[in-house]
C-alpha cells in the first residue's frame, strides 16, 4: 500500500519585517490577527466596518487599517494574504485579486481557494511546533495540538534562543557536520538544558562553552553498526530503541523491502542505501553488504543495518556480525518485533488460539 501523500507541504514563511493583510471585519479576521501578532510582520487589516473587539485589537497592537477595498496598491509589498469576510463571492474575488498580484493567499473555511493552510501551533518562540491535516479536520488539529502543549513547558523556547546565541562560534570551532550534532545533541540534555529551562541563561551559557572546548579537544569517535530489527514491517510495530537509533544513524542500508514508512523515519539528512532482499535475485549478495557495513564504520559513521524481522535469526545478519567482528568494527544487535510474535498475537485476538491452562 503506498504511503499517503501531503495535498500541503508544511513550511515556514519568513514575514519578519514584511507586509501581511487580513481581510475581514468580523471574528475570523480576529482570530488570525490574534495569531499573526506573535510574528514580526508588518500588519494590515483591511475591513470597512470592524466588530469592536477587532477594531480595540487593531489600536492595541498597532495594526495598520485601510478602509477602503482591497486593491493592487494595498497588495503590491505583501507576502502573505488571509481573507475573511465570509461571504462566497467576495472571497472568491479577493483570493482571484491576490493570485494577480503574486500573493499567496489562504481563505478561511474555503480551502479550494486557498494557496496555504494555517496549521495549529503549539507556541514556543522561538521554537513552534505545526499540526496540520491538510485542510480536512481543524478540530483533530487542535486535539493533537493540546496533547503536545502538555509535553513542552512554556520556557522550552529558551533551549532555541540558546543555540542561535552559540550558532556562529560552533560552527567556526566545530567545522565537522556530525560533531556539531553530538555537540548540539549533548547541551539539549543535561546541565546545559536544566540551566537554561530554569532561565539561568549565563549559566547555561558557561556549561555549553566548556562542552564545546571538550568537544573541540575528543578525538573523532570511531563508527558503529547496528543491526536493527524493521519487525514485521508495521511503521507502529518499531521498536522504540530501533526508531531512536533511525534518527541518530548517519547512513541506514536497509532491505529493499523495508516498507518506505519505516525508512523514512529516519533522519532527512542521513543517507539511504537499499540491498538485498529485492523481489528475485538479490542484487547483492551477504558478504558484499557486510563489507558495505565495514567500509562506512570505518569511516567514523553510525550506521543502522534495517532488516525485516530479527536481524540476528537470518543468515545475512549472522555472516555480517561475523565480518564485523573479523574486522575489529563496533557493532551492536538490535532485535525487532518477530513476525512469529505478531501472528500469534493476531491469533490470539480472533480466538484462533486455545489461551493456557489455568
Sequence with gaps: MPMPRFRYFPVSWVVSGRTVVVVGDGEAALQKLRLLTRTEARLVLCGSAPIP????????????????????????????????????????????????????VNVVDRPHLCDFATPAIVDRAPISIAIATDGHAPVLAQMVRARIEALFEPSFGRLAALAESLRAIVLDRLPDNAARRRFWSSIFSGRTAAAALAGEDDRARVIALKTLAEAEAAPAPGGKVFLVGAGPGAADLLTLRAHRLLLEADVIVHDALVPDAVVAMGRRDATRIAVGKHKGPASETAPDVAALLVRLAREGRCVVRLTSGDPAAADQGAEAIAMLRAAGVAHEVVPGITATRDIAADHTATGDVAPAAA
Design 53 to 104: 473587539a477587532l477594531a480595540a485589537f487593531v489600536a492595541d497592537h498597532g495594526i495598520i487599517r485601510v478602509a477602503a477595498p482591497v486593491s493592487p496598491t494595498v497588495l503590491h509589498d505583501a507576502s502573505l494574504m488571509f481573507v475573511a469576510t465570509g461571504d462566497a463571492e467576495e472571497d472568491a474575488r479577493l483570493a482571484a485579486l491576490a493570485r494577480t498580484c503574486g500573493v499567496p
